[in-house]
Antibody, heavy 121, light 110 residues
Framework: QVQLQQSGPGLVKPSQTLSLTCAISGDSVSSNTATWNWIRQSPSRGLEWLGRTFYRSKWYNDYALSVKGRITINPDTSKNHFSLQLNSVTPEDTAVYYC???????????WGQGTLVTVSS | QSALTQPPSASGSPGQSVTISCTGTSSDVGGYNYVSWHQQHPGKAPKLMIYEVNKRPSGVPDRFSGSKSGNTASLTVSGLQAEDEADYYCSSYVGNNTCVFGGGTKLTVL
């Protein structure tokens, strides 16, 4: 049974970098069939897919246009986890952030427990 | 990419059936058979209920079914039970290795 455990700060100051980590158990970040995603949810923006990392003989990343240029998702094979970094945050980035595994074509399952990140000074 | 369109609310009595729609365009819902449905109870993470339009993950009751016609996908919940009361979100592959979600539908069991 695959489980995802998120960690990271719940409060980030404007203009700084939001950083979260997702530890994987029951699967490998280097899986040739899974992708590893970050999704956020806020009252104003609803559910929003942010991006993913995955391994298919080499590492790939895909990012949503809405955050491209500010986002980095990295795998860490030594720790079997993946991370999210979102730069230059504003209060609009306040949301619950989820790490999620997916099969091909974005069938999201399972989801991490979620982390509320508030952007405020 | 615009969000997919869902009705904000739906309701039904125990034992009845209810259908929730998810409308997109030929660039997303209509263009690919990669529509998923997620259930979310208050304060909890979403849970995958349907993927690839009409496939159920292991453990999801067969009361939940999915379909698609043109640019609109649908989730039908048959034999409504109290625990089905939740928010439901659709999502779709939209090409260029990205996806989009619907705005969500709050299902009330009367």
């Amino acid at each position: 049974q695959v489980q995802l455990q998120q960690s990271g700060p719940g409060l980030v100051k404007p203009s700084q970098t939001l950083s979260l980590t997702c530890a994987i158990s029951g699967d490998s970040v280097s899986s040739n069939t899974a992708t590893w995603n970050w999704i956020r949810q806020s009252p104003s923006r609803g559910l929003e897919w942010l991006g993913r990392t995955f391994y298919r003989s080499k590492w790939y990343n895909d990012y949503a246009l809405s955050v491209k240029g500010r986002i980095t998702i990295n795998p860490d094979t030594s720790k079997n986890h993946f991370s999210l970094q979102l730069n230059s945050v504003t209060p609009e980035d306040t949301a619950v952030y989820y790490c999620v595994r997916a099969g091909s074509y974005f069938s999201f399952d399972p989801w991490g427990q979620g982390t509320l990140v508030t952007v405020s000074s | 990419q615009s969000a997919l369109t869902q009705p904000p609310s739906a309701s039904g009595s125990p034992g009845q059936s209810v259908t929730i729609s998810c409308t997109g365009t030929s660039s997303d819902v209509g263009g690919y058979n990669y529509v998923s449905w997620h259930q979310q109870h208050p304060g909890k993470a979403p849970k995958l209920m349907i993927y690839e339009v009409n496939k159920r993950p292991s453990g999801v009751p067969d009361r939940f079914s999915g379909s698609k016609s043109g640019n609109t996908a649908s989730l039908t919940v048959s034999g409504l039970q109290a625990e089905d009361e939740a928010d439901y979100y659709c999502s779709s592959y939209v090409g260029n290795n990205t996806c989009v979600f619907g705005g969500g539908t709050k299902l009330t069991v009367l």
